[in-house]
C-alpha cells in the first residue's frame, strides 16, 4: 500500500531500495525550511492559536528530528501510519511510524490518539490527497479541504472530524502520510473546553 509516495516498506513505488534503507543516510531532498526551521524553536513557544503542520507538531512535542521522515515525493516531509500495542498490551491503537527507528524508548510510533489530543482543530490541504489517493482527490466534494475541522475521534477507519458547516466528516488516515500538507491548531486553553476526552480510539 502506498501512503504518500512511498510503499510501507519505505521505499518509493517501484523503487529499487527494498525496506527503505538508504546506503550511507538519507537521500533526496532535504526537509522544507518551514519544517527545519520549527526544530530552531523552543518547545512551547509557540502561540496557543498558531498552526502548525503535523511534521512541525512532531518535532515540537514527540522530540521526531527530519531523520525520522521521509523525502522521497514532491511534498516532504513524510511519514508513515501503523499500529501499535498499547500499553495494555491488549489492544491495538493506530500511531504515526518513523522513517528510521528510533534507540530510544517509544520515539519512533507515537500513538495518534495521544498526540493529537494535543490540538483542538485540524486543516487539510488538498495535496495530501492528490497525493494519497491521486490525482482529482483534492476536489471540495471529496473532502471540505482548508476548513478547521474539530477532532472528534481517531480510530483505523480514520479520524472522525466536525465542522460547523460541514457536519460530520471521516479523514482517511492515509492522508495523515504527508505531514506537510496536514495543519493543527491549538485553541487558547483559559477558559475553553476541550476536546481530548472525547478522543478514543
Given amino acids: 500500500m502506498i501512503h504518500g509516495g512511498v510503499t510501507e516498506s519505505g521505499s518509493p ?22 519544517a527545519t526551521a520549527a526544530l530552531d524553536r523552543p518547545v512551547g513557544t509557540d502561540h496557543p492559536g498558531e498552526p502548525v503542520t503535523l ?18 515525493g514532491p511534498n516532504p516531509p513524510y511519514l508513515r ?17 518513523s522513517f528510521r527507528r528510533d534507540r530510544g524508548p517509544f520515539r519512533s510510533k507515537v ?3 495521544d498526540h493529537l489530543a494535543k490540538y483542538d482543530a485540524i486543516m487539510v490541504d488538498p495535496l495530501a490527497f492528490e497525493e494519497c489517493f491521486g490525482p482529482g482527490e483534492g476536489a471540495e466534494t471529496v473532502f471540505p479541504f482548508g476548513a478547521w475541522l474539530e477532532i472528534r475521534r481517531v480510530g483505523f477507519g480514520g479520524l472522525d472530524l466536525w465542522g460547523k458547516r460541514q457536519g460530520a466528516v471521516t479523514l482517511p488516515l492515509d492522508a495523515l502520510a504527508v505531514a506537510s500538507a496536514i495543519w493543527l491548531r491549538r485553541k487558547d486553553r483559559s477558559g475553553e473546553p476541550s476536546t481530548a476526552s472525547t478522543m478514543s480510539g
Avoid: Q, Y
Fill in 13 to 34: 513505488p517501484g523503487g529499487s531500495n527494498p525496506g527503505g534503507l538508504a546506503e550511507g543516510g538519507m537521500t533526496g531532498p532535504a526537509l522544507s525550511d518551514d
Fill in 55 to 72: 511534521a512541525e507538531s512532531l518535532m515540537r512535542e514527540a522530540g521526531w528530528g527530519p531523520e525520522n521522515f521521509g523525502t522521497e
Fill in 81 to 97: 501510519i501503523g499500529g501499535k500495542l498499547r500499553v495494555t498490551l491488549t489492544e491495538f491503537e493506530p500511531c504515526f511510524a
Fill in 111 to 113: 500513538a495518534i490518539v
